[in-house]
């Protein structure tokens, strides 16, 4: 099987990232109080926020594309800051093809401006 993948993270803002809910599971919040160094009650209070019938959701905060977007998330460089420690929910996603990248491909050709960021959504 092809291990191949149709998007490249790196010429995306992050449609990903800005998904209004990112669910953690306790292992996750384990997973990012060990990188930090915080206790498993800290990390929670810091970083999650209960939300959507979710105990676990990653915190929000503003940006200028998609109005909210993970806490984690380099609003300059347009990436994740905690690669390492990212929640399984990042890991997974999205698979060999993620559809927000043919989206913004298809978008940025249409355009002719290889800059280009899409959104369709308010957030
Ligand atoms: S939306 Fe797709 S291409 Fe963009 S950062 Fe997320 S996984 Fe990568
Ligand atoms: S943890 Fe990283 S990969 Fe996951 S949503 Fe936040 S910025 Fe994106």
């Known amino acids: 099987m092809s291990n191949r993948k149709y998007y490249d993270c790196a010429k995306c ?3 990903c990232c800005s998904y209004p809910l990112i669910a953690l599971t306790k292992r996750d919040v384990e997973r990012l109080a060990k990188h930090f160094d ?3 009650n800290a990390a929670r209070q810091k970083f999650t926020v209960e939300r959507y019938g979710h105990k676990y959701s990653m915190r929000r905060k503003a940006d200028e594309h998609f109005g ?3 806490r984690f998330f380099d609003t300059e460089k347009r990436r ?4 390492e420690a990212r ?3 990042c890991r997974s996603y999205p698979g060999t093809r993620c559809g927000y990248y ?3 491909k298809f ?3 249409a355009q002719e401006d290889e800059e ?3 959104t369709t959504w308010n957030v």
């Open 102 to 104: 043919d989206f913004l």
């Open 38 to 40: 915080l206790s498993f």
């Open 87 to 89: 929640p399984a929910a």
């Open 13 to 15: 803002p992050g449609y």
């Open 107 to 109: 978008e940025r050709a």
């Open 68 to 70: 909210r977007i993970c």
């Open 80 to 83: 994740c800051t905690v690669y």
């Open 116 to 118: 280009f960021v899409s």
